[in-house]
């Protein structure tokens, strides 16, 4: 049968998974919404202008049978002086010749750009889901985490792609995590403060800025935009447990943030990433009975760093956890190359969840 790619026929795209992953495998796709904005160049803040990025997919017959997306981080490339472009949303069928199809037009889109390589999953940045899952199939993953099957890097690695720069997702029972102890005392100057809908503007800027101090020595880390910071995390609201989440003041200044939600991924999957005339039902089920948890982010100032900070955050957030029912948390990827994020999940408890490697391809 004739295969044929389109290009930015968002339908065809977002059918992918459900048409070749089906219910058998732990894949989760974005809520159909949240895809398609991520996919318009008029309301994602990360795309400048409409050149930096498209998107294809592969039809079979009328069946939608692989997809990707191919773009420019311009100011990845700028501040780190690359010549690169990125692939995302890799989903595909376990057939070579789809595969290299798709992964042929994402590089005869950057090759005509005049890139020299291009480097995937980021979807679509380093601060979103990022990476190729190659071990853990079976294994359940958090909102914000990548998951496919295994031929995904089987498939990479046929078409010339190559595995670079590792990273691991884990798992910690909350009731089992070791707590250091630490508290951070009022009369040293620390307050706590949660992020709620009712201040949840201030305490996102306070959050980024932290982030982006905290982060700036981490690889591949480009500081967010307020702008691109809100797009991501803005509809956050939606699944807010103010219990969770909350950033460190430091005698009026922010030091600290923990960003943990609500797992959803249950969800996602019962509605199939769509809004319908079940999806009340199946929130209210899922607010009624939810037990895992994942943290998204956590940072501490650059300035305050070895100060036992970051351990009693997760002291906090761990308890916080228990006490409202929460039996499971997620943490979403740490590179093999941070050490000292590494060390705090042994600490903690955690167990590796999933393995995840980048892939890149000369051009």
Not at 249 to 255: I, L, Q, S, T, Y
């Amino acid at each position: 049968m004739t295969l044929e790619i389109l290009e930015r026929d968002f339908d065809s795209f977002f059918a992918v998974p459900f048409n070749v992953y089906g219910r058998e495998t732990e894949y989760v796709s974005p809520l159909r919404g949240d895809l398609k904005k991520m996919l318009q160049r008029d309301l994602n803040p990360l795309f400048s202008k409409d050149d930096e990025f498209t998107y294809f997919s592969a039809r079979r017959a009328g069946q939608a049978c692989g997809r990707i997306v191919v773009h420019e981080h311009r100011a990845s490339n700028e501040l780190y002086g690359t010549k690169r472009a990125s692939f995302g949303f890799f989903d595909c069928e376990n057939d070579t010749t789809t595969a290299r199809l798709l992964l042929d037009a994402a590089k005869h889109w950057a090759r005509a750009r005049g890139f020299e390589e291009i480097v995937g999953n980021f979807n679509l940045t380093a601060m979103q889901q990022c990476g190729i899952q190659i071990d853990g199939f079976s294994r359940c993953g958090y909102t914000d985490m990548v998951q496919n099957p295994p031929h995904i890097p089987k498939l990479l690695k046929a078409n010339g792609f190559a595995p670079y720069f590792p990273m691991t997702t884990f798992e910690l029972d909350v009731p089992a995590a070791n707590r250091t102890g630490k508290v951070l005392a009022e009369a040293d100057g620390f307050t706590f403060a949660p992020v709620k809908k009712r201040a949840f503007a201030e305490r996102l800027e306070e959050a980024r800025i932290v982030l982006n101090d905290g982060f700036a020595s981490n690889p591949m880390f480009v500081p967010l935009s307020a702008a691109e910071f809100d797009f991501q995390a803005g509809e956050m609201t939606a699944i807010l447990d103010p219990r969770l989440s909350s950033v460190v003041h430091k005698n009026g200044d922010p030091v600290g943030v923990v960003i943990c939600i609500p797992d959803i991924n249950g969800f996602l999957k019962a509605t199939r990433s769509r809004i319908g005339l079940m999806t009340p039902f199946h929130f209210l089920r899922y607010r009624l009975n939810r037990k895992r948890a994942v943290i998204i982010f956590y940072s501490v100032s650059s300035s305050q760093h070895g100060q036992g900070i970051m351990g009693a955050m997760l002291d906090r957030t761990l308890n916080a956890l228990q006490r409202a029912g929460y039996e499971k948390l997620g943490i979403t990827w740490i590179a093999d190359v941070n050490p000292a994020s590494l060390r705090q999940m042994e600490k903690l408890g955690a167990e590796p969840l999933h393995k995840l490697h980048l892939f890149k391809a000369e051009i």
